[in-house]
């Protein structure tokens, strides 16, 4: 009996022990990623009328929607929510990663002429700012208030693209900058970039007199051909607009941003 009394006490103390071990053990176990969002502008907003502001961003993304010049009305809250949240800066840091990644991979000329082109609006500058108070492109293009903005130079850098920007440097890639700002938006704009962080480049190009009237992808495109025709070979492309990335003259590859808040043919 005294013999049975002591095996039982010395299970329990054995289970407890055992199952001390087993919390100890568990405690170090990763605990899943749990994510707990704040309530936002969205929660009056349907879950119907998301998804469908969500398809058209979407469709928008893939260049299936027809040349826009607005955004939808019944859509303003879900861009305005998508562009201010943690969303859109998740989309810029997955682009920029694969960008990256992409660039580390590359063999690299002899002879220093691989280029890779950079938009500049709402691909290393943001001009959220200035949207923000212009119903985040729910409002009608105004050419003479978004030249105001720009002439202020105080647009913020888009992050993710400054680490693209940072690396694609320090692999020896040339840098062209090809914006559809003015050649008399020159000074500002190299103020503002260098104030973002952007401090080299190998060519700043800008739209000149002779480009006036011409369609983003018509005009850009003419400017990469010039580029090809100098030597450079474009094996990297980022930019926010189809019209930056499509058309001819295209770079061995393309990195498209999100942008929904306006489309530029």
């Known amino acids: 009996m005294v013999f049975l009394r002591y095996a039982l006490f010395l299970c329990l103390v054995s289970m407890a022990f055992c199952q001390e071990s087993m919390d100890v053990e568990f405690n170090l176990l990763p605990r899943p990623l749990i994510i707990e969002y704040p309530e936002t502008r969205l ?10 502001c969500t398809s058209w961003r979407v469709a928008g ?37 694969e960008a990256r990644l992409y660039a580390k991979t590359l063999k690299l000329g002899d002879d220093g002429m691989d280029a890779w082109v950079f938009d500049i609006d709402e691909t290393l500058l943001s001009n959220l700012p200035y949207y923000s108070d212009h119903g985040f492109g729910l409002e009608v293009f105004d050419c003479a208030q978004f030249d105001r903005w720009v002439l202020e130079g105080v647009a913020p850098v888009i992050r993710p693209s400054l680490k693209l920007y940072k690396d694609v440097i320090g692999l020896g890639i040339k840098i062209i900058l090809l914006t559809g700002r003015s050649e008399d938006k020159r000074n500002v704009t190299i103020s503002n970039l260098m104030d973002a962080g952007y401090l080299k480049w190998d060519k700043l190009i800008l739209r000149g007199e002779e480009d006036e009237g011409k369609s983003a992808a018509a005009f850009k495109s003419e400017k990469r051909k010039e580029m090809m025709d100098e030597g450079y070979r474009i094996i990297g492309n980022y930019g ?3 019209s930056d990335l499509a058309g001819t003259s295209v770079a061995s590859r393309s990195f498209k941003l999100s942008n929904p808040m306006y489309f530029i043919p």
């Not at 929660?43 to 469908?52: D, G, H, R, V």
């Not at 010049?69 to 809250?77: L, N, R, S, Y």
């Open 61 to 97: 993304e893939s260049n299936n929607l027809a040349p826009w010049k607005t955004i939808p009305t019944e859509c303003a809250e879900y861009v305005e929510e998508y562009m201010l949240g943690r969303a859109y800066n998740f989309d810029l840091e997955t682009v920029s990663k």
């Open 240 to 242: 926010d607009q189809w």
């Open 43 to 52: 929660s009056n907003i349907t879950e119907e009328l998301k998804m469908q």
